[in-house]
């Protein structure tokens, strides 16, 4: 850094002093203000490839700047140089000089970091944001100036009037860029990481506040050329802003540290900072053109009462800049309608999987419990019947040393889409493992049918790795409330009366009656009969027997009659 000052302080001094002669000194001057337009905006765009986020997005917009400034610089050197011409103004090099701030104000408000609402729209909808703020300051700031000040000094009858209006606005445009440093240096986060960039960037945009406000003055009072040692302004700034671009973050977001005592309440207060700064941040991005534009409707509306007209530059600048907020405010609501839709999805996506099964798609089991508690609730009150079943598959395990753990998923799959069709009006569950729970919303003759064909279901054969697997289930059945009873007041189907009777307690009726099963030779279907005791419920042909072993399919813990031979193709 104190070579390039000292390079910038020599070549300054070798053109300011004359010693080469006149027009060598200017266009040593010229050659020194192109070449560091030219390497701020180089350094700014290669630094830029390097970096991430703010620091990338500020240093890509400020060589957006730099290089209208430089392309401005070049017109203007031309003027001087080629044409002869010591003082040029109202000139095409304008063009570039005015859109530097245009790229400056979002590149400053770059350095408070995109709000997260932006951040989430992509990196497109950053930039568009950022050059529209920046337009909007720009011209509010126009606004204001013309309308207060420029206006009086456009229309008076001074010659060059044109000219001093163009020269006024450059020193006025970089003391807001100045102005909105300091602001950014008070704000201590931002101060804390970027203090050597602001510093430096600070300086550079001074420096040439300063050169502007000296060629105002000389074009204010009509002096025919501006020397060369009041460009050094220009020479310095930019010199300062590539040196901006190089210089590294002063500290990182969170630096690390060794674990403290106090660490879970440490967290805490630091993530609630990082929290009031970011919406700090996002407000300031948010508000800043708006302020401005309620600014400019103050004092329209001041100029009104005491003159009873308005400048009709005032009104169609104001206007565009208008036109431009409007611009700003229905990308705003689109994004904020994207966002919306998008929080929407998510959450209705968290919601999803907190209550299903993350293999299966059915529901999970504190899923379950919750419509069970309201089926308990409802029966004790009257309003309904259904029916409890626990469902565990037999010797599950074999098929998971079998085929292994991706082989056993693909069947838990294929099982309980088996049993979800099996439920013609109730809910299914994933309790844990290999076990499943269903509840069906019908009377106790309904549910031990649904058993029965959820039994015959699970025993129908499944293709894995070319091989026929047939599973078992064992499964219990519970009524939920009292038993259903005909005119004469007898049960109509054997159930015991549940009333009384907890979630929990009926969970374990449930598991004692699919135990029962197990214990009885697996693959079958056990529920309670009036006196409360465990029977077998018959399927297929054994409808008119009971207590008798189920027929079986799979479910032996041999593993050679569980897994058949491979299916030909």
């Given amino acids: 850094m104190t070579v390039v000052l000292g390079c910038v302080l020599a070549i300054v001094l070798l053109a300011g002093s004359n010693v080469l002669g006149q027009r060598i000194s200017v266009l040593i001057d010229d050659v020194a203000q192109l070449a560091g337009g030219i390497t701020a905006t180089v350094v700014c765009w290669r630094t830029a490839s390097r970096r991430t986020g703010s620091e990338r997005q500020w240093r890509v917009l400020m060589a957006a700047g730099m290089a209208c400034w430089s392309a401005g610089m070049a017109v203007w050197a031309f003027y001087r140089s080629a044409l002869d011409m010591p003082l040029p103004n109202t000139s ?4 570039g000089f005015f859109l530097f701030p245009i790229f400056a ?18 990196t497109r909808h950053v930039w568009v944001m950022s050059l529209l703020d920046g337009a909007v300051v720009v011209g509010s700031l126009f606004v204001l100036s013309w309308a207060t000040v420029l206006g009086a000094v456009v229309h008076s009858s001074e010659s060059e009037s044109i000219a001093f209006l163009v020269a006024i606005m450059y020193p006025i445009t970089d003391l807001v860029l100045v102005a909105m440093i300091v602001l950014l240096a008070v704000i201590p986060k931002i101060a804390s990481r970027y203090r050597t960039q602001l510093t430096l960037l600070g300086a550079g945009i001074l420096m040439m506040a300063v050169s502007d406000s000296i060629y105002a003055y000389l074009v204010a009072i009509g002096a025919d050329f ?11 700034g930019t010199a300062l802003i590539a040196l901006a671009a190089a210089a590294p973050r002063t500290v990182e977001d969170d630096p690390p540290g060794p674990p403290i005592h106090g660490s879970s309440l440490h967290g805490s207060a630091t993530a609630a900072r990082v929290y009031t700064e970011t919406v700090t941040g996002e407000r300031t991005q948010l508000l800043l053109p708006y302020g401005l534009m309620g600014a400019i409707g103050i004092v329209l509306a001041i100029l009104r009462v005491q003159t009873g007209d308005l400048d009709s530059t005032v009104v169609v600048l104001g206007v565009a800049v208008v036109l431009l907020s409007l611009v700003r405010q229905v990308i705003t609501l689109v994004q904020n309608d994207n966002l919306l839709r998008s929080l929407s999805l998510a959450q209705a996506e968290l919601t999803y999987r907190a209550h299903h099964d993350g293999l299966t798609g059915l529901l999970n089991r504190s899923s379950f419990d919750e419509h069970l508690r309201a ?18 598959l037999d010797d599950f395990k074999s098929v998971n040393d079998r085929f292994g753990h991706g082989g056993g998923d693909r069947l838990l799959v294929e099982l309980a889409r088996r049993l979800d069709r099996c439920v013609v009006d109730g809910v299914v569950a994933r309790f844990g493992g290999d076990e499943f729970t269903a509840l069906v919303n019908a009377d106790l003759r309904t549910g031990r049918t649904t058993a029965v064909r959820i039994a015959e279901a699970m025993r129908t054969a499944h293709e894995i790795d070319g091989h026929s697997v047939s599973v ?3 499964v219990g059945v519970v009524q939920i409330g009292r038993p259903d009873r005909t005119a004469d007041g007898t049960t109509t189907v054997a159930g015991t009366d549940t009333s009384d009777v907890d979630e929990d307690e009926l969970m374990r009726l449930a598991d004692r009656a699919m135990y029962k099963a197990k214990r009885s030779g697996k693959a079958g279907v056990y529920a309670y009969d009036t006196a409360g005791i465990l029977r077998m419920v018959p399927s297929g042909s054994d409808q008119g027997s009971l207590g008798i072993n189920p027929k079986m399919v799979a479910g032996e813990p041999d593993p050679a009659r569980l897994i058949g031979p491979p299916t030909r193709t």
């Fill in 226 to 236: 501006m020397p060369v040692l009041t460009d050094g302004g220009f020479i310095a």
């Fill in 92 to 95: 095409v090099a304008d063009v």
């Fill in 375 to 392: 089926a308990v609730n409802d029966a004790r009150a009257g309003r309904g019947r259904a029916v409890l079943l626990l469902i565990d």
């Fill in 472 to 474: 078992g289930a064992c």
């Fill in 105 to 122: 104000v979002p590149a400053l408000l770059a350095f408070v970091g995109p709000s997260p609402r932006r951040a989430a729209s992509g």
